[in-house]
């Protein structure tokens, strides 16, 4: 029974490109969150998806950043036009039930240079 | 906004002691709380959680106490080994769909 999955674990990108993570949840698990991790700092609620809908995501930047869930595989953080201070850790969750029983994966290291 | 946030940025402990992790929050609504204990390189790992509508709750080695009076929450692990070495963050669920975590203490077990 695999846990979450997030690929790829580390990501660089010159700054201006895109950067594109991948979250693929626990098997029965239809919630899914994704988090920022700045060095030193806490975990920061970026967006919270169920498939094909995006329920809360009021911690994602108004620009460049977006999230998606499909109906097939695997939900996808995307970045346009990184920025130095895009570099961070970002975690995906996922959960059976909405906030309850959260699984998260090992992240991905996006260092943008 | 609201906010989860920890008393202590770092704490070390000799091997073989007992170890106490304290968190402070602010929205008394805050229902439900958990611990999470994270190694370098991981990601956030599940430890103990608790309702408001409990003091105290024990775990293998590990004890979650809730002070609603003056919100506070404390995680104490018992009996701390070298694998007990991690950041340790306490984290809240904010209007029924946000995990809210404070900043993290670094805990260090020294042999």
């Known amino acids: 029974n695999a846990g979450v999955m997030q690929n790829p674990r580390h990501l660089v990108r010159r700054r201006g490109q895109e950067a594109r993570l991948r979250c693929s949840p626990m098997k029965g698990h239809s919630h899914v969150y994704w988090y920022r991790q700045l060095p030193e700092e806490g975990l920061k609620f970026m967006v919270y998806l169920q498939k094909e809908n995006i329920i809360d995501e009021s911690g994602m930047p108004k620009e460049r950043f977006s999230a998606e869930f499909p109906k097939e595989g695997p939900s996808i953080l995307r970045i346009q036009q990184v920025v130095r201070g895009d570099s961070a850790a970002y975690f995906c969750a996922s959960s059976r039930e909405a906030n309850y029983g959260y699984t998260f994966g090992s992240g991905t290291r996006l260092t943008v240079v | 906004g609201e906010s989860v946030g920890l008393h202590l940025p770092t704490l070390s402990v000799q091997e073989g002691d007992n170890s106490i992790i304290n968190c402070a929050y602010s929205n008394s609504a805050s229902d439900y709380f958990i611990w999470y204990k994270q190694e370098s390189g991981k990601g956030p790992q599940f430890i103990i959680d608790i309702r408001s509508n409990m003091d105290k709750r024990q775990g293998q080695r590990v004890t979650v106490l809730l002070n609603k009076t003056v919100k506070h929450l404390s995680l104490q692990i018992a009996a701390t080994q070298p694998g007990d070495s991690a950041v340790y963050f306490c984290?809240?669920?904010?209007?029924?769909?946000?995990?809210?975590f404070g900043q993290g203490t670094r805990l260090t077990i020294n042999p």
């Open positions: 984290a809240e669920i904010q209007g029924a769909q946000k995990l809210v």
